[in-house]
């Protein structure tokens, strides 16, 4: 039996070798074979390399391409794909490499002839697209994003009939879009966006029939929309905003198939009525159409559309009742932007059948009347700019209220702050500046201020004291309570608002000592105490540091005095910065971009526009655009005395400077000749002696300055910003000498009071900077949004517009 089981053993052993080599055979013949990369791919690509000046150490360079040799296989080098049967390159994806060049024409790249992928977005590349890309016609993917190419986009581009994928947005490339990218007929994905294309859109846009995507917003497209895009039945998601399309939008023949999802049309010249086809677009979720000339009562077929969940038509010329027509209960609707239109009348109770409604933006209209109670089942309420003047009956949704961002300012409500906000516990932003409340700030505030991020109380007939309800107000950002009638001392709880960087409580009663307590908020920016009744010192010999990141600090008229020791300013270190601008960010003003259309307050993510204020002929007056980039220090109509500190001179970002109405002596410090980017000075009306620094002159940013009504003596400096100085600006300093160039034959060396008036033409103004036009911008994104200038002549308030090449400073309003 033994030899039998052992043959039997042997012959299974046997049995299961042969099995597992015919498995192997059968495996090997099945599995391709693996090519390495192929030389002249490698070669190709260190060639491509070498055709760039970029520095190997910069560490994006050396991580993704500097690494490149010929000690090493091309297809294991990052950012390089092959393919696995014949070890030609098929992707070369170095975004965010910095090439720092041109692509040539003749470049090794278009040596890569089986590319599929190519990606080269953000690589700070210049120049033309070369013609020769067109000869990569394996491409499915080409993505060029975000570089700073130039000039037409080649014909040659239509030859790349496999592209699935492209994108050439954000660049400066110009001119027509070429016929040929109508061959393009397997694109899913066409992103044109940023860039300065213009003439028309293809005429006939539906031969890019697997077309899903389609982006163009930021050029200058012209002529009438093509309705052919709306046939393109795979199509779900088109952005065209910002170009000049206009008038009527012509819907076309919609596909009953669509599957159109977003829709942006906005910041274009469109105008008419809207067409009630758009109720045809059965699966669209998000429409913008803001920013245009749309006319006509509200479009009420938007609303059949069962599937929209976001819709903006603000800016634009609708008028009349907003009418709902006959809502859904199964709408989906939960953002409605109709602001900035011409719709009056009172809101109407559709809206509550909203069942999914959000985010309700009705502001900048005509409504009327109350604010219904259903309303405050809102995320976002933006009421403004209306002529609301009460509160309807408050439903039972008010214990369950979600609000967050309340905007209730610019209306005509009237009596006492409405308790019934006190109860809304998550409220995160409230506006209710700007109407005619009165009476006092409840304490019941302290329901919200754990939540509370923007509180603004501005010009209001609010009295008596502000509450001291800050304990928990660890969140807030922002307190303006100014242009009220308020009193007492501040309340000693604002200690606890450590995110605190803007505090205004400007034209009030205030009488309190210097707040030096607030020096302890360490992002602290922006100081306004103007036009109170505060008194002392600002100097605190205990306090060894404090404010350091203050930007700007507005205390004037009020009955501050003493004098400050020669290192007062020198813990400011936040002035000391010097804050440039990145000339790409074009505009220095804080107006419309891309998001934004007013001055904004950028709290987490979420922007909420805010306003400056100026006195302006003797009355408080709104202007909307202002620089985002000042430093400013206003101690003026006060009663300071004693030498300015040396320390000034240290604040380097320091662009306004107002000491004036005081009684400031002795030398102006040499050291402000170290501001360089100060671009207004006001030392009128101290007692300075000796002369203005001649070191002053080379300042090239300072073009509004006042040294009038002191004792200075000397020569004017030299600078041409000196020389062209209104002679208003020097006058009453006998011993001054050099006036007769800025003053001309109307110079009178020592006027007396009815002479000085014959001395100032028509239009010359003596600058006195009375108050702060503040708009602020805390936290994440832009940063700090000041302006702080103002100007007089007796009374006679005005505001000048100036402008330099360099920083192009520009202050504006109207008389």
């Known amino acids: 039996m033994i030899p039998s089981q052992s043959y039997s053993f042997s012959g299974i052993v046997v049995t299961l070798y042969f099995f597992f080599l015919f498995s192997f055979v059968l495996h090997t013949l099945a599995s391709p074979k693996v090519h390495y990369c192929r030389d002249d791919q490698r070669d190709a690509l260190l060639e491509f390399k070498h055709e760039f000046p970029v520095n190997e150490s910069d560490p994006n360079f050396y991580d993704m391409i500097g690494s490149w040799n010929k000690s090493s296989d091309c297809c294991s080098w990052k950012r390089i794909k092959c393919d696995s049967k014949s070890g030609q390159v098929i992707s070369l994806d170095i975004a965010s490499v910095p090439l720092n060049n041109t692509l040539k024409p003749n470049s090794s790249l278009f040596k890569l002839q089986y590319l599929q992928n190519l990606t080269l977005s953000d690589c700070n590349l210049y120049g033309e697209i070369p013609s020769s890309l067109g000869n990569l016609s394996h491409l499915t993917n080409l993505n060029l994003v975000y570089n700073k190419l130039v000039g037409q986009v080649p014909a040659s581009i239509g030859n790349l009939t496999q ?59 012209v002529g009438p929309f093509p309705p052919s895009l709306f046939t393109i039945p795979s199509l779900q998601w088109i952005q065209l905003g910002g170009n000049h399309f206009k008038g009527p939008l012509d819907f076309g023949n919609i596909s009953l198939s669509s599957r159109l999802q977003i829709l942006s049309l906005r910041d274009n010249k469109f105008d008419g009525p809207i ?30 559309i069962l599937s929209l969940r976001r819709v903006n038509l603000a800016g634009n010329k609708f008028k009349g009742p907003i009418d709902f027509g006959n809502i859904s209960s199964s709408s ?45 089942r809102m995320v976002l309420l933006k009421l403004s700019h209306n002529s609301f003047s009460s509160f309807g009956k408050l439903s039972k949704v008010l214990d369950q209220a979600q609000i967050r961002d309340l905007r209730l300012d610019s209306n005509s ?31 019941c505030l302290r329901n919200f201020t754990k939540s509370i991020q923007v509180l603004i109380l501005r ?149 909420y526009p805010t306003s400056m204020d100026m006195v302006h002929k003797g009355v408080d007056t709104e202007f909307e655009k202002i620089r985002r980039d000042f430093i400013a220090i206003d101690l003026s109509e006060n009663r300071f005395y004693g030498k300015i500190p040396e320390s000034i001179g240290l604040l380097k970002g320091l662009r306004l400077l107002n000491l004036s109405g005081n009684a400031f002596a002795s030398n102006i410090p040499l050291s402000l000749a170290n501001l360089t980017t100060l671009e207004a000075l006001d030392l009128s009306r101290n007692q300075l002696s000796g002369q ?68 100032l033409e028509p239009e010359e103004q003596v600058i006195n900077w009375i108050a702060a036009a503040i708009a602020y911008v805390p936290g994440v994104f832009c940063g700090l949004v000041i302006g702080h200038i103002f100007f007089s002549h007796k009374h006679e308030w005005f505001t000048e517009k100036f402008s330099r090449n360099k920083s192009r400073l520009v202050i504006r309003g109207t008389h």
């Open 459 to 607: 010009n209001n007939k609010f009295s008596g004291v502000l509450p001291d309800v800050f304990v928990n107000a660890t969140n807030l950002h922002a307190l303006d309570v100014s242009r009220n009638r308020l009193e007492g001392k501040l309340p000693k709880s604002l200690i606890n608002c450590e995110f605190m960087e803007l505090l205004n409580v400007a034209g009030n009663k205030f009488k309190d000592k210097f707040p030096s307590w607030l020096g302890s908020l360490l992002r602290l920016n922006v100081l306004i105490l103007r036009s109170n009744q505060f008194y002392g010192s600002l100097y605190h010999p205990h306090i060894s540091i404090g404010f350091q990141m203050l930007k700007v600090i507005d205390v004037s008229h009020n009955d501050f005095n003493g004098t400050f020791p020669t290192f007062y300013f020198s813990n400011w270190l936040e002035m000391r910065q010097r804050i440039t601008l990145n000339p790409e960010d074009g505009d220095t003003y804080m107006g419309y971009q891309i998001d934004t259309n007013d001055l904004q307050l950028v709290i987490d993510s979420r922007s």
């Open 692 to 759: 203005i620094p001649l070191d002053l002159g080379i300042l090239s940013f300072l073009s509004i300055m006042d040294f009038s009504h002191n004792n200075l003596e000397g020569p004017i400096p030299r600078g041409t910003q000196f020389q062209r100085q209104n002679c208003s600006s020097f006058m009453d300093n006998p011993k001054l000498y050099g006036l007769d160039e800025i003053c001309g034959k109307t110079h009178v060396p020592n006027p007396t009071p009815q002479e000085s008036e014959k001395v």
């Open 163 to 221: 592209l699935r994928y492209l994108s050439l947005s954000y660049n400066q490339l110009s001119g027509k879009i070429p016929v040929s990218f109508a061959n393009l007929t397997k694109l899913f994905a066409l992103y044109l966006s940023y860039n300065y294309f213009e003439s028309e859109l293809l005429p006939d846009m539906s031969r890019l029939h697997n077309l899903e995507d389609f982006g163009a917003s930021g050029n200058s497209f």
């Open 332 to 376: 989906s609707l939960s953002v409605l932007d109709l602001s900035h239109n011409k719709f009056d009348g009172p809101v109407p109770e559709s809206i509550s059948k909203f069942l999914n409604l959000e985010d309700l933006d009705l502001s900048n209209n005509k409504l009327e009347g109350k604010v219904p109670g259903f309303l405050w």
């Open 275 to 304: 067409h009630e086809s758009i109720s045809k677009f059965l699966n669209l979720e998000q429409l913008d159409l803001s920013n245009n000339s749309f006319f006509g009562p509200f479009p009420t077929s938007l609303l059949t």
């Open 413 to 443: 409500f009237r009596g006492p702050f409405p308790h019934s906000i006190c109860k809304l516990r998550s409220l995160e932003f409230l506006d209710l500046s700007n109407n005619s409340f009165s009476g006092s700030i409840p304490l």
